[in-house]
């Protein structure tokens, strides 16, 4: 687990135009460059506040979360992508969990709550074992919703 940095750029642009990826976001629409260059510049600054974590092992990088941070009542949005080539073998959970732990160690009482498409159920079942809970629907995305001191 590390810090993004701005090397990753192409990596991260990578998983996020898959169609696999566009189809469950908000924006589906392919990202041009430097378009993404420039959100990743401006993302960075918000490290370490808002966490950007790269997760890897001797197999390469495995996925990313981000933590974006709503400061008043210490609630993380997190959003995270998995690499293609690593998805189903239990790495989401692992990385998810992971990032959930460093941030519950720089703010205890974080909460967090994750978007996600009503037909993405791999994601919704990511969420539900890292003990999140179904909040609310809103359109075409479920929010769901953890709090700090779950286990």
Not at 116 to 143: A, I, M, Q, R, Y
Request: proline residues 4%.
């Amino acid at each position: 687990m590390r810090d993004v940095a701005f090397q990753d750029s192409e990596v991260l642009l990578e998983w996020r135009n898959l169609r696999e990826v566009r189809m469950f976001s908000r924006s589906q629409g392919l990202i041009l460059k430097k378009t993404h260059e420039q959100w990743l510049q401006n993302r960075l600054k918000l490290v370490p506040n808002e966490p950007f974590w790269m997760f890897e092992n001797s197999l390469g990088k495995i996925g990313f979360v981000r933590c974006d941070l709503n400061p008043a009542p210490k609630l993380y949005k997190i959003s995270t992508v998995i690499n293609p080539a690593m998805r189903g073998m239990g790495f989401g959970k692992k990385v998810l969990d992971l990032a959930i732990e460093n941030c519950l160690a720089r703010n205890p009482e974080s909460i967090f709550f994750a978007e996600v498409h009503t037909d993405n159920l791999s994601s919704k079942l990511l969420f539900l074992k890292c003990g999140f809970e179904e909040f609310t629907l809103n359109g075409n995305f479920l929010t769901f919703k953890r709090i700090a001191n779950h286990n």
